[in-house]
């Protein structure tokens, strides 16, 4: 979990400025070529350590252990005598430190090399010969429609990878999404843009919950207005009791015995008129026996504090690095979602939108894109717009106690700055591409400047 092994890194690859360039991936071979020393060397070392722990927990705890289990079984075979006692080999033979230590840098070299193997195949482009994998289909760009609207968050990221991909390298595949406009629900353009601008909108509802207070768990007065209701069909509900009441007892046990019942049934209902009393000779009793410091360290304002800055103490350490809720880790679940993160699928969905809307200047025959331009600028600055605001005024937790927030340093997050770095660049390229065609895309002048000055154009 420390090192994040689940992680499978993916991106766009390198491609040069212009679109129609061929992107240039990294065969897995050589990642692992590159990857192996490191590895070896982390193996190594790992193993090390274990082999040194295990010289001293082994003889000192284990050894006794493993022998007690061993004999238990071995009974469920053999006639073993109760008396039986370990081995006496020593605990340091070199048979034994010999087994310990290539034992744990096998397993090591196993777990590395698996999850690298993994890692280096698995991250690999959704491409069949340089081709997208959809190319082979009869329809190819249903089969990529599908896929942008699957649940599993497997195949959706695939898929808008292969999205982006496209909308970057393959001229002939970006001219059929502007033509195709008479599929069953709606253009191939117009879905597209549904997918794409979804992921935009659920980053928007994760932090609108965030800024946004719960609703108050009360109801209201109507403010006296009156309110007409049905005419009632039956007879109002009786609100009698259901149960008998018991009889009054007829002799001395019985009137003991009810009066004890009552007494006992009343306790802890309601307040009773001793229990003014009560309290009264209760604070006397305290304030004889406790000075005024002594009470007010048993207040239990006073008990939090005090405990709050046990905790921090112990958050300062090491030990506490897994009871830190920090920052850039909040901040994280927050704009790309948890448990699982949406980094890639949110890039490749910005990036696939931004591209497509600038290649349709001279591709979209049928004007299809024109249209929707607006909107596409509108969500992108919107979103930087949210993004800033959530960053400058998302609460710290308590226990991040190593937090600097002397000039904003402690919140500027890596990863939502190049979300940010991104969407600003995709919407600045639409503004250089789209500008001069404001005015005839009825975009107002107020939303231009705000786009230019989302992204830090001159808005003059």
């Known amino acids: 979990m420390y090192y994040d092994y689940g992680q499978i890194p993916v991106h766009l690859g390198h491609a040069d400025e212009q679109q129609g360039k061929p992107i240039k991936f990294q065969p897995a071979e050589e990642i692992l070529k590159q990857e192996l020393s490191k590895s070896f060397v982390f193996t190594v070392l790992s193993a090390g350590a274990v082999f040194g722990c295990t010289l001293v927990a082994y003889p000192l705890f284990l050894r006794q252990i493993a022998w007690n289990w061993s004999l238990w079984f071995a009974r469920l075979v053999w006639n073993v005598p109760r008396s039986a006692e370990p081995a006496t080999i020593p605990p340091y033979h070199y048979l034994l430190l010999w087994r310990t230590l290539t034992a744990s840098v096998l397993l090591m070299c196993l777990w590395q090399l698996s999850n690298l193997a993994f890692t280096a195949y698995v991250s690999q482009p959704p491409l069949k010969r340089g081709k997208p994998l959809t190319s082979e289909s009869r329809d190819p760009n249903a089969s990529l429609l599908n896929g942008l609207k699957s649940k ?109 019942g009552s007494f006992a049934k009343s306790i802890g209902q309601s307040p009773s008129k001793d229990s003014g009393a009560l309290v009264k000779g209760v604070k006397i009793v305290r304030d004889k026996t406790l000075t005024q410091e002594h009470q007010r360290a048993l207040q239990p304002e006073h008990l939090e504090s005090v405990t709050k800055n046990a905790l921090t103490q112990i958050l300062n350490f090491p030990v506490g690095f897994p009871f830190r809720q920090t920052f850039d880790r909040r901040a994280n679940a927050k704009v790309f979602g948890s448990p699982t993160s949406e980094m890639e699928l949110i890039s490749f969905a910005i990036n696939s939108l931004a591209h497509l809307a600038v290649a349709a200047i001279k591709e979209d025959s049928m004007g299809q894109v024109s249209k929707d331009i607006g909107l596409i600028m509108r969500n992108f600055g919107n979103l930087i717009a949210r993004i800033k605001t959530f960053m400058n005024q998302f609460p710290v937790h308590w226990t991040d106690v190593h937090f600097q927030a002397t000039a904003g340093g402690g919140r500027h997050v890596r990863n939502v700055d190049l979300l940010l770095d991104q969407l600003q660049t995709a919407l600045k390229r639409i503004i250089e591409g789209y500008g001069k065609y404001a005015r005839d895309m009825n975009l107002g002048a107020e939303e231009m400047k705000a786009a230019r000055m989302a992204v830090g154009l001159p808005t003059a």
């Open 152 to 260: 599993k968050n497997l195949v959706k990221t695939n898929s808008f990878w292969e999205l982006a991909l496209i909308s970057i390298s393959d001229e002939a595949r970006r001219k059929t999404m502007y033509l195709e406009y008479d599929r069953k629900d709606g253009s191939t353009w117009s879905q597209i843009l549904q997918a794409c601008l979804a992921v935009v909108e659920d980053i928007n509802t994760r932090l609108i919950d965030t800024q946004t207070p719960p609703p108050e768990m009360s109801v209201k007065q109507n403010n006296g207005i009156a309110v007409k209701s049905l005419p009632r069909l039956s007879a109002p509900l009786k609100v009698d009791p259901i149960l008998l009441s018991s009889p009054k007892p007829k002799n001395n046990r019985g009137r003991a015995e009810a009066s004890i």
